[in-house]
Each structure stands twice: as C-alpha cells, then as structure tokens.
DNA sequence: CCTGTGATTGTTTTC
DNA sequence: GAAAACAATCACAGG
C-alpha cells in the first residue's frame, strides 16, 4: 500500500537551504554510486546525448538492473547512511548539551 | 504508536 | 559555476 503518492508532486523550487546549525547532511543515495559507474558506460553508449538524455537514460539504466546488480550500490548507500549517522551523532552531541560553545 | 515530510546527495551535459 | 532530470533515502519530528 502506497503510504502517500508522495513525491515530486511538482515544486521545482531551486536547491535547498540548510536549516540545522550544523546540517548533519544525511547519506548518499544508491542513484549515486550508480551514476558513478554507468556515467561512463551510459554516455559510452550514448554518444553526443545531451545533458537531459543522458540524465533520463541514466536513471532508465538504474532500473534496468536488476536488484542483484543494484545490490552493490544499495550497499555503498547504506555504507554512506552509517556515514550520516556520524554527522548526525556529533550534530546531536552537539546539539544537545554541548561543553563549550559559548566562550 | 504510526505517518509523512522534508532535506539531502551526486551524476551528467551545456553555455 | 550553475541549473535541471534522474532516483533513493530515511532520520527526524509531530499528533
């Protein structure tokens, strides 16, 4: 059961500000590790596609694999979330009590 | 207790 | 240098 058709539902606002002291920014996405990879091989296979196209195809590719082949990326992105988990942890360290901030 | 919301992440290409 | 399509995410907080 689909919680909420969330999502994009059409906010084509510019990129994000940060809203925390410290933004404790969270971890990669598996997208990420992928597009690292198939980047190359996608505009191998693509030669002369333009910025939209290749950004499309790149996505088209990511599911074009199989869950076995987005394994290694969804694992780098679980990697990388235990990496936020570190910001996220000095950030509520730091943002709970704190030592000495104020001078 | 459960939910969804928002914020974020990095790539590519083009000028 | 910046901007948008592309996708995942998922930790955080609130009623």
């Given amino acids: 059961m689909p919680k909420a058709a969330k999502g ?3 906010k084509p606002e510019k990129k994000r500000a940060k809203k925390d002291p ?3 920014k969270r971890g990669l996405s598996a997208y990420m590790f992928f597009a690292n ?8 296979e693509n030669p ?3 910025f939209g196209q290749v950004g499309k195809i790149l996505g088209e590719r990511w599911k074009a694999l199989s869950e076995k082949q987005r394994a290694p ?3 780098k992105a679980a990697a990388d979330k235990k990496r936020y988990e570190d910001e996220k ?3 509520n360290a730091q943002a709970d009590g704190d030592d000495d901030e104020s001078s």
């Avoid at 990879?37 to 191998?44: D, H, M, W």
């Fill in 48 to 50: 002369g596609v333009s």
């Fill in 37 to 44: 990879e198939q980047r190359e091989n996608v505009r191998e």
């Fill in 73 to 75: 990326y969804e694992a």
């Fill in 89 to 91: 942890q000095a950030y």
């Fill in 22 to 24: 410290n933004a404790p």
């Fill in 8 to 10: 994009r539902s059409g």
